[in-house]
């Protein structure tokens, strides 16, 4: 079965610190590029950070810019999300999908070439 599974949600405090993960199982990133991808209460789906299926290359939603960190570890088939100094309107259900050799540019801007996502997990940033 080809799925992604995401983890390291919770509830922090404002100015706090979380690590997502995205793991595959079923099939390998190494030739897919990785986005992040979070959607509010009564908000549309928005890109956050994707990152290249190399890992050369990321991009970051403005708001998230100098706060946020994606990576990836191909031989662990796993992406990762850094968060620091999260805020409270960093809140949302945040989902990580793929893309088989897809632009990181594309994916995270108009939601192009995904194949996979994940289930989601929760982030709450509240005091």
């Known amino acids: 079965q080809l799925q992604l599974v995401e983890s390291g949600g919770g509830l922090v405090q404002p100015g706090g610190s979380l690590r997502l993960s995205c793991a595959a199982s079923?099939?390998?990133?190494?030739?897919?590029?990785i986005g992040w991808f979070r959607q509010a209460p009564g908000k549309e789906r928005e890109g956050v950070s994707c990152?290249?299926?190399?890992?050369?290359?990321?991009n970051y939603a403005d708001s998230v810019k100098g706060r946020f960190t994606i990576s990836r570890d191909n031989a662990k088939n796993t992406v990762y999300l850094q968060m620091n100094s999260l805020k409270p309107e960093d809140t949302a259900i945040y989902y990580c999908?793929?893309?088989?050799?897809?632009?990181?540019?594309?994916?995270?801007?108009?939601?192009?070439?995904?194949?996979?996502w994940g289930q989601g997990t929760q982030v709450t940033v509240s005091s």
């Open positions: 999908a793929a893309g088989f050799r897809a632009s990181r540019q594309a994916m995270c801007d108009k939601m192009r070439g995904i194949g996979y």
């Open positions: 079923g099939f390998t990133l190494d030739y897919y590029a």
């Open positions: 990152i290249s299926s190399s890992g050369g290359s990321t």
